[in-house]
């Protein structure tokens, strides 16, 4: 009696063991197969009926976080795919000038298609007397500095030390230019009188680098920079 069941359950497993095995390499394959073939057909179709359009594609490694100001320095990140019309994204952008000096309004990740409904106009409140200028940055933060992100302006001095010069102010352009054979970062601020004369002597103090704040929510840090006088900084992470 034992012995039948053994056999019996043996059978059994055989059995369960012989249909996922189809499964795996017949069934599901076969599938795939049918589900590759009906998209090209999809494709090849679309081509016929000219039902092809032109979409713009991200491809940054860096995701373009909300608050991001598309300009130059971002548009190179965008390409141009045609894809069936089906397929496009609702609001699909075809032109990249229709999204320039637009601001990122939900995150766009690499592959992600582009549509009008991820940006919003971009408003610059200017608190009064402020003006744009540029200033050379040491780096740009592994990609994180982007148009619309607050960042804190920092001073390094020649021995290491740091200090912050201008707290939590937003980037209003990047423009990178390759000069002997090293790419020289310039960012844009909107800056008063008061912090454009603060950055132009740290220039000659030191260096100027940028911190990034992950979230516009968080609090600005606390300036440190003193001019004229070598001061123990907040110290840069």
Do not use: W
Request: net charge negative.
């Amino acid at each position: 009696m034992r012995r039948k069941i053994l056999l019996r359950t043996a059978l059994i497993l055989i059995c369960m063991s012989a249909v996922a095995a189809i499964y795996t390499f017949v069934v599901i394959p076969s599938v795939k197969e049918k589900e590759r073939a009906a998209f090209e057909r999809f494709i090849d179709e679309a081509e016929e009926h000219d039902d092809l359009v032109t979409v713009l594609i991200y491809n940054g490694k860096t995701p373009l976080f909300p608050g991001t100001v598309i300009t130059e320095s971002t548009e190179q990140y965008f390409t141009s795919e045609e894809i069936p019309e089906n397929a496009a994204v609702y609001g699909y952008v075809s032109d990249p000038d229709k999204i320039y000096g637009m601001q990122v309004r939900y995150t766009i990740c690499e592959g992600q298609q582009i549509s009008m409904q991820s940006f919003k106009k971009y408003i610059y409140e200017y608190e009064g007397g402020e003006r744009l200028k540029d200033f050379n940055i040491q780096s740009l933060v592994a990609g994180q500095a982007m148009p619309g992100r607050y960042v804190d302006i920092m001073l390094i001095y020649p021995d290491g030390r740091t200090a912050v010069v201008v707290p939590k102010i937003q980037i209003c352009d990047i423009v990178t230019e390759r000069v002997n054979g090293t790419d020289v970062n310039s960012v844009v601020f909107a800056v008063n009188d008061r912090e454009y004369s603060d950055l132009i002597n740290a220039e000659y103090e030191g260096r100027l680098d940028i911190r990034v704040y992950i979230d516009v929510s968080q609090d600005a840090s606390l300036k440190t920079y003193v001019p004229g006088r070598m001061t123990a900084g907040a110290g840069a992470s």
